[in-house]
């Protein structure tokens, strides 16, 4: 097995595994885009403190785990417009989609939802596409 896909199946397992606790310690799923979007709409004032320890989280085990994993190759872009660009139009779709590919696509689909399967065939279409154009056409990426 190439190594790449030991580190996507490592990571898909650690989303997953994070899901879980977050499911049965906070009753409530997982989904990055409806943590965020609880403390900026204020919706989720009663639990700004989980949502921010979330995000922090989120944020910094990457810093953390560095140091041990530099030498992974990501094949991410250099050019930070682009990631800059991108992670925007993530987090605008996910609004427009009420939910992300962790809540929708990790929580969503392991729980049988009609919603959530439905809108992963959707988000992951639209990556195909995108991929298509702006690597293929285009050469951005």
């Known amino acids: 097995m190439e190594q790449d896909w030991i580190w996507g199946l490592t990571g898909g397992l650690l989303i997953g595994l994070g899901g879980a ?33 979330f995000l922090a989280g989120t944020f910094l085990l990457p810093f953390m785990l560095y140091p041990m994993f530099q030498n992974v190759d990501t094949h991410i872009s250099d050019n930070w417009l682009v990631i800059a660009i991108a992670g925007l ?6 609004r427009l989609a009420n939910g992300c590919t962790s809540g929708h696509g990790v ?3 392991s729980r049988l939802s009609l919603r959530g399967i439905v809108a992963t065939v959707f988000y992951i ?17």
């Open 89 to 94: 139009l993530v987090g605008v779709g996910s």
């Open 21 to 53: 606790v977050y499911l049965l310690v906070n009753g409530r799923i997982m989904g990055a885009s409806g943590v965020i979007g609880g403390l900026i709409d204020r919706s989720g004032r009663s639990t700004a403190k989980e949502r921010v320890a």
């Open 125 to 141: 279409s639209a990556g195909g596409v995108a991929v298509l154009v702006f690597r293929h056409i285009l050469g951005l990426i």
């Open 107 to 109: 929580c969503g689909m």
